[in-house]
């Protein structure tokens, strides 16, 4: 149905000429309420990649577009503001509320707030108060990807010759910052031994990562975060590779556990010899990896790296980085295009899977992690199990290693359908709410999504496979509200309506907001 | 007598060899900065035997009052290295080695402070710009050319501002120039967005686009010195082209030069199956498009002059082709064969080709300066195909140009040069200038070519200049119009001349 009504939206200035929309606004800051003159306003359609109209706010913050009718996205940004789209809380976090067109539509100005980005600053200073130059300040955000809470890298910061850093442009949120650094008397051919090190010191100048406390930034906030490093000495550490590609380089990357299970960098370089020496390194559990491309193969090597004080030798062997590959099929009449891209929520990684015209795929050179399929949003087909030599993988992911996997099999189920409605307090459409969906019993697998309501309230979840949902609301929700955990979202279950979804069925269901009109 | 001699002095002597050679001393001495003379504390100060290896060097961090100390060093001769942060590391080598015969106190050690260029990059209208890439650009001598050497490069903060450190005293020039030119989103490090109609002009110090027009920053050893910047934001427009000839999978450059200064990478968005391109962003003006695929001999390179705006330019049609292959051959009498180098010119940091007799070398297109050497003769004439060029000359190797050779002609006839050099010259480098251009280009002398052997040239009048510094701009005509001295000697063939420097020719 709302697909029906986007293509009349569209297909209007065919049928009756170019019938063009005011869409006008004020961009705002969002804690002085101050309009703001000489921002960047973009719009653009949801189903186009780039601007339709662009426009920069005059003195009083104003702006206009004249655009067709259709589905669109605003965006201000600035050099100072960055950017951010229309009806997200902050720039850093989307997504946006669409502002749905519809012919003949006259839309109320719009009130455009725009949030002011916070900044982490500091210096980093040694145990004799020098400045440390190159010192490596990693962040790292408490952050809810795929409806569940995990800690992302949010960027990170080389201190300058006066040992200052900075990280601008952050969101408000919950964060951690680990500081590292290397003395600048490691490293270089004088060095003795191992060198010495800098200890890692976790905000706010914690030694380990489960001493480290959450930096709690609102918006707009200047933080300071000033780290004292001291010196130690370190072990002397050799990589001594096994079998690597002759006549290239390869990257080494030395990582540490870093905060909420996610890896920090300890030291990364260029190792040109299969016997390569590292300076600096401190006494801890790393993971060591070295990577590069010779010849149009990728290769690979890691290791685990146990260092106590005691100097190492650590053998690594180097071997081709392997390859997925297998066959996909979609049982029953599949529509639209159908791309398969591997994904490790885990390292945040994602890997085109390409699809022949006969149904089988390779990936490219892929490195280990734990991989679900994800498929292209303009297919019906869903996934329904992935099989290897023949017994199912349980919750559908795929353990990759070192080596080549080969006969895969990929099954999914044509007749994805969709759920979509609109939110209503009373008569009045709500434009920016939340409105959540979950699978009846909560599982481990999904699907779980979320649907910030568009301009006219309606909300639009597709490719569904086919099951029994829950939609619900979650007023008072915490930000980092996670809404694929099945015991966090079981109290908001209980009073939510249950709708049974069958192959290529689309089914709407309004949903009306309580409290008091 | 001599019995005597032997049996009781020869052993004393020996003794004291062998005690000299096991004994030891002090050496201490202060690191301070050479500009305030302050002391510099927790420097590192290496000393390094000259007669062994590495492994017998000792390491001291100098106390709070810059003093460092080695109690107990075996006699012998040293090298001395200093080093700290911020300070261009330094010491007595390669300058005349520490001779410790005995102990040596209070060595000075000065170190000379790097400096640092900081400031703000803002809009036309003050808003402060980030993600601004800015250059300073240090003016150095390349084979006796001025010449232009990135020597640091920044990126503005979120409030505009950047700062370059570590920077040696010299004469700067400093650029900002936004990412590609570009309007907000293509300030940011993220991918574009915007639709991307206007662009940031890039300039230098001062506001100018050219360099010619640049005012120069004049840095002294630990200064800080500050350029601000205003970028005035212009309408843009897009080039869209196809290039065909490129490899299907290897990453493609595609660089566009204007004016005197580093080409520019304009955010492109480029089909590899189709070759098919569009450049986004482009301030009108008259550019040089570089399209590159691969690396040096495997260089694939399209190239074409663009002029863009007002509006968005035409596609355009360019093929890539492989670099072109360069034959050296020698001629005329000689045993051995001779070698040439091609130096990239105008670049900042110069490559060079080496060309050895009869062996084809794939040299991308370019400008290169040409020089060619004989070890057993004389070079009298060098031609790129039947283009006759002076040693040193500028050669062009168009696109797309065929196969070629490179000959280098030995001379039947040549001269001894013997230099002298007396007083204040003593140590000095030579210049020498050809009276005529048909007899070679201007050289500056190594200790080599001065030495007692003589240096063989062609028969002609020639000049010779001491000059005070070794990267002096010789082959800059103002800078040789400043000479107000200089020994004028004919070479005749078979003839050994002899000719003594005494004065130097720079004022």
Sequence with gaps: ?517 | MLLVFLRHALPLCLISLSALSQATFPLTGTVTNATTGEPIPRARVVVTPLTSTGEAREIAFTDLAGAFRFPTLPAGKYSLFAQKPRFKANGLSPGPPIDLSGPLESLPVPLVPYGVIAGQVADAGGQPLRYVRVDAYRQVVVLGYHQLTRAGTAATDDRGNFRIWDLPAGRYFVRAMSRAGGTFSLADESAPSTVGRQAFAPVYAGGFERLAEAIPTDLAAGQQARADFRLPNLPAYRVRGTVTGLAPALPVRFELRRFDTEPTEPRTFFNPATGVFTMFDLLPGAYQLHIRQGERSAMLTAEAPVKVGPGDVAPILLEALPPTTLTLRSEGPGTFPCTSLLIEADKPLPRATSLNSDIPERVPPGEYHVLASCSDAVVERIRYGRTEILESSRLTIPTGAPPAELTVTRSTRSGILLIARQGETARSPVLLLPGQAATGAPRLLNDEEISARGLKLLPGKYTLHALRDRLAPFRDPAFLGQFSYGSSVQIENDQTTQVVIEKHSQP
């Design chain 1, 1 to 517: 149905m709302k697909a029906l009504r986007l293509l009349l939206l569209f297909a209007t200035p065919c049928l009756f000429g170019q019938e063009s929309i005011a869409v006008t606004g004020i961009v705002r800051h969002a804690l002085t309420r101050d309009p703001l003159p000489n921002i960047l306003v973009t719009l653009n359609r949801t189903d186009a990649p780039y601007p339709e109209s662009a426009a920069t706010t005059v003195p009083g913050g104003r702006f206009e577009f004249r655009v067709p009718p259709g589905a669109y996205r605003l965006m201000a940004e600035s050099p100072i503001f960055g950017g951010q789209y229309y009806g997200a809380p902050s720039f850093q976090s989307g997504p946006a509320v669409s502002l749905v067109l519809e012919p003949g539509a006259r839309p109320s100005p719009l009130d455009f707030r725009l949030t002011p980005p916070a900044a982490i600053e500091g210096a980093v200073t040694d145990a004799f108060g020098e400045p440390v130059h190159a010192a490596h300040l990693q962040l790292f955000q408490t952050y809810i990807l795929d409806g569940r809470q995990r800690v992302i890298p949010r960027g990170s910061a080389i201190t300058n010759d006066l040992g200052e850093y900075r990280l601008p442009g952050l969101g408000p949120g919950e964060y951690y910052l680990v500081a590292t650094g290397t003395p600048w008397h490691t490293g270089d051919e004088f060095t003795l031994r191992g060198g010495s090190h800098f200890v890692p010191r976790f905000y706010p100048n914690a030694r380990t990562a489960e001493s480290a406390a959450p930096l709690f930034l609102r918006i707009g906030e200047e933080v300071r975060a000033d780290f004292r490093l001291d010196e130690s000495t370190s072990p002397a550490v050799a990589i001594q590779l096994v079998d690597p590609p002759t006549g290239i380089a390869l990257r080494l990357s030395i990582h540490a556990r870093g905060v909420g299970g996610r890896n920090r960098l300890q030291h990364s370089g260029t190792v040109f010899s299969s016997l390569h020496r590292v300076d600096g390194i401190p006494p801890g559990e790393y993971e060591v990896v070295v990577q590069g491309v010779a010849r149009g193969k990728q290769y690979r090597g890691s290791a685990r790296l146990s260092l106590s004080s005691d100097d190492i030798t650590l053998a690594m062997p180097v071997s081709e980085m392997p390859t997925i590959a297998g066959r996909f099929a979609c049982s029953g009449p599949s529509s639209g295009q159908t791309t398969l891209t591997l994904y490790d929520p885990d390292q945040s990684a994602r890997v085109p899977a390409m699809l022949r015209p006969d149904g089988t795929f390779t990936t490219p050179p892929i490195t280990p992690g734990r991989y679900s399929f994800l498929l292209a949003a303009s297919s019906n087909c869903y996934l329904h199990r992935l099989t290897l030599a023949g017994q199912p993988l349980p919750e559908n992911r795929l353990t990759v290693g070192v080596d080549p996997i080969t006969g895969l099999l990929v099954e999914t189920k044509a007749g994805a359908g969709s759920l979509h409605g609109i939110l209503r307090h009373g008569d009045l459409p709500q434009p920016g709410v939340k409105v959540y969906l979950a699978p009846v019993p909560p599982n481990e697998i999904g699907p779980y999504r979320v649907y910030l309501t568009d301009s006219d309230g309606s909300f639009d979840f597709r490719r569904l496979p086919p099951g029994r949902y829950a939609l619900f609301l979650a007023p008072g929700a915490p930000e980092l509200f996670e809404y694929a955990n099945p015991e966090v979202i079981a109290p908001y279950l209980k009073t939510a309506p249950t709708i049974d979804l069958e192959a290529n069925q689309r089914i709407r269901h309004d949903i009306a907001q309580p409290g008091p009109q």
